[in-house]
């Protein structure tokens, strides 16, 4: 999300990205000294500040990158982009949660959890469906940015629950976000 609301507001060459790994129970002591919660993304300003969360990194790079803005300023528009977001951000947390979970040996797997997970997804999806015709007559925005990355990473970690299916302006919505140049110049690889 924050690469590619770089790349929308041009100043994707402007950011210096470093490669380095996190998880929960294995401290990445160089993240913690900039950012206390051992979390990524978090962007070092020019000042030596650091600054974390997407949805803070992401708000910075609209306020001070060019074009339109991502963020409206007022209004239900601002409501509704920002409700987007954490809908995306929200399904993107547990979408993690199950990674987490799945990397697990099958027997310290919970099988509860796996049960929840997979139910979230299907219900976050469905409310995503019933988000695209109100979202695709609305600006381009943070909304369309935050379910657009979800989507990307839904294909690249989790193609076999196959999200499309039933879901048709979901799909129409996802092959015309990802098809954005700011999509495409940050496609996920695999890396493991």
Request: proline share 6%; glycine share 6%; net charge neutral.
């Amino acid at each position: 999300k924050v690469m590619v609301v770089a790349h929308e507001k041009g100043l994707a060459e402007k950011i210096e990205r470093v490669r380095t790994l996190v998880a929960p129970a294995k401290p990445n002591p160089d993240v913690m000294a900039l950012n206390p919660l051992n979390k990524l993304p978090t962007l070092i300003l020019d000042d030596g500040r650091a600054i974390y969360d997407s949805r803070v990194i992401v708000e910075h790079l609209d306020s001070i990158g060019a074009g339109a803005k991502l963020f409206p300023v007022s209004g239900d528009e601002r409501l509704e982009g920002l409700r987007r977001q954490a809908l995306a951000d929200g399904v993107l947390d547990f979408m993690l949660l199950w990674l987490s979970e799945r990397a697990r040996p099958e027997a310290q797997q919970s099988p509860e959890l796996l049960v929840a997970l997979k139910l979230k997804f299907k219900t976050a999806f469905d409310a995503l469906e019933r988000e695209v015709p109100t979202m695709t007559k609305a600006p381009f925005g943070i909304g369309h940015v935050t379910v657009g990355a979800v989507l990307g990473y839904a294909d690249f970690r989790y193609a076999k629950e196959a999200w499309r299916d039933g879901r048709p302006q979901l799909a129409a919505f996802a092959e015309t976000v990802l098809s954005r140049p700011s999509f495409k110049a940050t496609e996920h690889v695999d890396a493991y």
